[in-house]
């Protein structure tokens, strides 16, 4: 089965400053990888995803790399602010809507 | 839209007691929800895939006749974690994926979880 492991497990940054997490996966048919943020008690939220066909997506501050040759995908967060603080999944699957294997987890700290 | 939601929240139990746990699609039909187990500090390990009117897959490690799953609608899935023990004590979060599974890139959408401490 597919399996997936993500660095670093904490980050803290610096307000302002960038955040990076890669993820790598061992399954070649996985074709969709979500990132989730977390915080305490809650549901994990979607942040962004990108699917196999793409290289690269944003949405404002937010941005996901994917390189399907290497099997690894990374998040980077520009600008960071002290809400960005949270715990950050990486995931992959056969398909969105397709059981999700999670990585292990980036607890982020955005020092104001 | 797309909304999903877990009862109850959190419950507290006694070691050896059965526990029921919903997952309900309120807007939308899910012929597939998935069971997710997160211990503290953890990432969400999958438990098992619950299909409508199936039996569910469960994971490797996963015992089925401690965690059984019923799918009996397209808006209803249960965890029931019987005769549950301290190291069942967990936040338990299921995910409900729409019925128009047919588009090749639908999305999955989670409960809030449920954290059961089991004395």
């Known amino acids: 089965g597919e399996n997936v492991e993500q660095h670093p497990s904490t980050l803290s940054v610096q307000e302002g400053d960038s955040a990076v997490i890669k993820c790598t996966y061992s399954d070649s048919a996985s074709n969709y990888f979500p990132w989730y943020k977390q915080e305490l008690g809650k549901r994990p939220q979607l942040i962004i995803d990108i699917r196999s066909n793409v290289g690269e997506k944003k949405d404002q501050r937010i941005a996901v790399t994917l390189n399907k040759t290497a099997k690894h995908f990374s998040l980077h967060i520009t600008e960071t602010q002290p809400e960005d603080s949270a715990v950050y999944f990486c995931?992959?699957?056969?398909?969105?809507?397709?059981?999700?294997?999670f990585g292990g987890g980036t607890r982020v700290l955005v020092k104001p | 839209g797309a909304v999903v939601s877990q009862h109850p929240s959190w419950v507290i139990c006694k070691s050896g007691t059965s526990v029921k746990i919903e997952c309900r699609s309120l807007d939308f039909q899910a012929t597939t929800m998935f069971w997710y187990r997160q211990f503290p500090k953890q990432s969400l390990m999958l438990m098992a895939t619950s299909n409508e009117g199936s039996k569910a897959t469960y994971e490797q490690g996963v015992e089925k006749d401690k965690f059984l799953i019923n799918h009996a609608s397209l808006t209803l899935s249960t965890l029931t974690v019987t005769s549950a023990h301290p190291e069942d004590s967990s936040f338990y979060i299921c995910?409900?994926?729409?019925?128009?599974?047919?588009?090749?890139?639908?999305?999955?959408?989670f409960g809030p979880g449920t954290r059961l401490t089991v004395l």
């Open positions: 995910s409900a994926r729409p019925a128009s599974a047919g588009v090749p890139y639908n999305e999955q959408f």
């Open positions: 995931a992959g699957s056969r398909g969105a809507g397709n059981k999700l294997t």
